[in-house]
């Protein structure tokens, strides 16, 4: 079945410590996208990707990093700049940037990450 | 002021009922119209996607968008207790790179 891996489904930090959460689609889609849900505050675009070796700043992208080295796989590092990392994380793929019918975005089911 | 307004709830209501989910937003570009289900410690799933304005008819699920008034809403009919989840509204303008999403509405089916 073609889907959105997120690993793993819970993490566990020390506050200082950079962690990286995995995001692989099998999808064949172009474009991935990684959100931020918190309570009562919907989905917040951290940063999205077109194309391999390409990705650009969402809404909060601040204490966040990226790469896109395989069109399969987008991981996300929270870096210890960022002052308040506990939240529940969605990556998301489509099949390309421009919002369209054919081209709605699928997600996969988060990593919860808690900073202590 | 948001983009997109969306009740948080929670919103909880006998099994049978129809449920109206709905949302405001202040973009008149805004053209394309989704509204997302998000069971608990899950990812959001796609449920209706309609263009412009106008009702869009899915089994039990009605999706309706009001561009005058800029206001949207999602009628679930003969609810189920397998209905109870977040609901978020998502929209776009022609064209766009991402969408806006409201907040999401918590919604639970009592049986």
Known sequence: ?116 | QKEVEQDPGPLSVPEGAIVSLNCTYSNSAFQYFMWYRQYSRKGPELLMYTYSSGNKEDGRFTAQVDKSSKYISLFIRDSQPSDSATYLCAMAWRGAQKLVFGQGTRLTINP
């Open chain 1, 1 to 116: 079945d073609g889907g959105i891996t997120q690993s793993p489904k819970y993490l566990f930090r020390k506050e200082g410590q950079n962690v990286t959460l995995s995001c692989e689609q099998n999808l064949n889609h172009d474009a991935m996208y990684w959100y931020r849900q918190d309570p009562g505050q919907g989905l917040r675009l951290i940063y999205y990707s077109q194309i391999v070796n390409d990705f650009q700043k969402g809404d909060i992208a601040e204490g966040y990093s990226v790469s896109r080295e395989k069109k399969e796989s987008f991981p996300l590092t929270v870096t210890s700049a960022q002052k308040n990392p506990t939240a529940f994380y969605l990556c998301a793929s489509s099949i390309d940037l421009q919002t369209s019918y054919n081209s709605p975005l699928h997600f996969g089911n988060g990593t919860r990450l808690t900073v202590t």
